[in-house]
């Protein structure tokens, strides 16, 4: 049976958030899913797979049931698919965060940068003036990245603070393009940035993985292939996957 795989996350109030987690576990395991949710008080972020039906089945309940009471309703999602199960077994984990950052000055659920759809993001980071941003990892941005990106050579995404201290003015980098593998990290960046002065700050919606999927390769500015934390590795044009001699990670936080 083909295995479909589904990478979601959505900045949200979910005080309630340590109640969810058993609720959500039966939920997941009675759909025989695989991968790691993260659940926090600001939100949800994980990556499951599974049969199709049951995949759309899961998605149906985040957006709709009773369980999340319809506060995920802007739920940033994506599909792909996988040749065999790409996960060994099922996470469901509380978190202070959904993904590390280390700074309440970053809440996406106040403000945040402009979101960019892929059909336009050439255009954004084709400007000149666009300083554009890789968010993820340095081991992630060594297998793909666009280009003429800057690199922040981080080993941990709340390390991202530290490069925007020594080599980011809001006097100088007047506009901002960011992105990351799915959209989350670049999206609490974009907080971040905004919340320290900085005025123009766009981000990829739905990462690196919506553009990979919509941007047809002739015309795409991606080089390389994009690291997923699972046991693919990496991702091509067209959401393919593509062999990599990278040793797998299959822990989420390894993307904070």
């Not at 320290?196 to 500015?221: A, W």
């Amino acid at each position: 049976m083909p295995t479909k795989v589904a990478a979601f996350y959505q900045f949200a109030s979910l005080p309630d958030f340590r109640e969810l987690r058993e609720p959500l576990r039966t939920l997941c395991a009675d759909l025989a899913l695989k991968g790691s949710v993260l659940l926090a008080h600001e939100g949800i972020n994980g990556t499951l797979a599974g049969g199709p039906e049951a995949i759309d089945e899961f998605v149906a309940a985040l957006r709709h049931s009773d369980l999340f009471g319809g506060r995920l309703d802007h739920l940033e999602l994506k599909f792909s698919n996988a040749a065999s199960m790409p996960f060994g077994r099922l996470k469901i984990r509380l978190k202070k965060e959904i993904v590390t950052f280390g700074d309440e000055s970053a809440d996406p659920t106040r403000q945040v940068g402009t979101y960019v759809e892929p059909r336009d993001w050439n255009q954004l980071i084709g400007s000149p003036d666009t300083v554009l941003i890789d968010t993820r990892n340095a081991f992630e941005v060594a297998i793909g990245t666009f280009e003429g990106a800057t690199d922040p050579a981080i080993a941990s995404f709340g390390k991202f603070k530290d490069f925007a201290a020594h080599h980011l003015d809001p006097a100088r980098h007047r506009k901002i393009a960011m992105f990351c593998t799915g959209g989350i990290r670049c999206e609490k960046a974009s907080s971040y940035l905004l919340a320290r002065g900085f005025t123009e700050v766009y981000h990829l919606k739905g990462g690196i993985l919506n553009y990979l999927e919509h941007v047809p390769e002739g015309e795409s500015r991606w080089r390389g292939e994009c690291f997923v934390f699972d046991e693919r590795v990496a991702l091509g044009h067209g959401l393919r996957e593509r062999p990599a001699e990278l040793e797998s990670q299959t822990e989420l936080e390894s993307s904070e």
